[in-house]
């Protein structure tokens, strides 16, 4: 979400229309926090994040004492992130295998930036990416990634879930966990998109998700939110 009249200007002209809207995703990080990261603390600790849109989970990580760097394409997004004072590598994630850094990370952080479907031909690219992710990261550090795969769409059901079979397999065989998404509204509570069935997070070096007391009391609230608005829509549809 953005607020400052100079980030809002900058987002208008974004490549991605989503990160155009200022409020496209106000939820999301804190939830993620709370529930994927019990007791992991980001006080001094060095994390990437993958294609940031409007910087909350760097900004995030900036508030609990931590430094936040990040890989956008996009010039105008871009510098959004040098004025929250985040470190930004204008770097393509396409190819991420030329993306370098002195230090491994702490801590790597991809919310919908990747996508199996277009980032990579064929399983040999998709598993040098993942494999890379593990480098970028120290052997202690941690990695929670999530893929967009909404350009997927236009693929037959049958190759969608098995590009997806394969991600889950080769995210396991590496080490990761995965942690299947359910449905649109448990995606939209940590403002994940789900355009399909079969979306998971892996998560690597970190513990088992889990839904704290809080969250299930604040998804019941979202849910219904959520169910109201979607029969105010069909209810007002000409
Ligand atoms: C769908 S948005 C996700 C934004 C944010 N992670 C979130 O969850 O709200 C994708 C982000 O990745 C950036 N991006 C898209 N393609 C990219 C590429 N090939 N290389 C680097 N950044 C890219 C976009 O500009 C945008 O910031």
Redesign the pocket.
């Known amino acids: 979400m953005l607020t400052h009249p100079e980030d809002i200007r900058l987002a208008a002209s974004?490549?991605?229309p989503?990160?155009r809207l200022p409020n496209?995703?106000p939820r999301?990080p804190a939830e993620i926090l709370r529930d994927f990261f019990p007791h992991v603390s980001l006080q001094g600790k060095r994390i990437l994040?993958?294609?940031?849109?409007?910087y909350?989970?760097c900004d995030l990580v900036q508030s609990q004492g931590g430094r936040a760097e990040a890989?956008?394409?996009?010039p105008p997004?871009a510098e959004i992130g040098r004025r929250h004072g985040h470190v930004v590598h204008r770097?393509?994630?396409?190819a991420l295998g030329t993306f370098d850094t002195n230090e491994p990370y702490d801590g790597l952080f991809?919310?919908?930036?990747n996508n199996p479907f277009w980032f990579y031909p064929d399983e040999t690219a998709l598993e040098a990416y993942i494999l890379k992710l593990r480098a970028l990261v120290r052997p202690d550090g941690w990695i929670w990634i999530v893929s967009?795969p909404y350009t997927a769409l236009d693929l037959d059901a049958r190759t969608f879930a098995s590009w997806l079979d394969l991600e889950h397999r080769l995210y396991l065989r590496h080490g990761f966990a995965a942690w299947p998404v359910g449905d649109s509204v448990q995606g939209g509570f940590y403002?994940i998109s789900v355009p399909c069935d079969g979306l998971r997070v892996f998560t690597f070096g970190l513990p088992a998700h889990r839904w704290s007391a809080r969250s299930r009391l604040h998804l019941a609230a979202f849910t219904a939110r959520r169910r109201a608005s979607t029969l105010a829509r069909r209810l007002l549809r000409p």
């Open positions: 974004a490549q991605e989503g990160i496209r995703s999301g994040e993958l294609g940031p849109g409007h909350e989970f890989i956008e394409l996009d997004v770097h393509d994630l396409r991809g919310k919908g930036s967009c403002g």
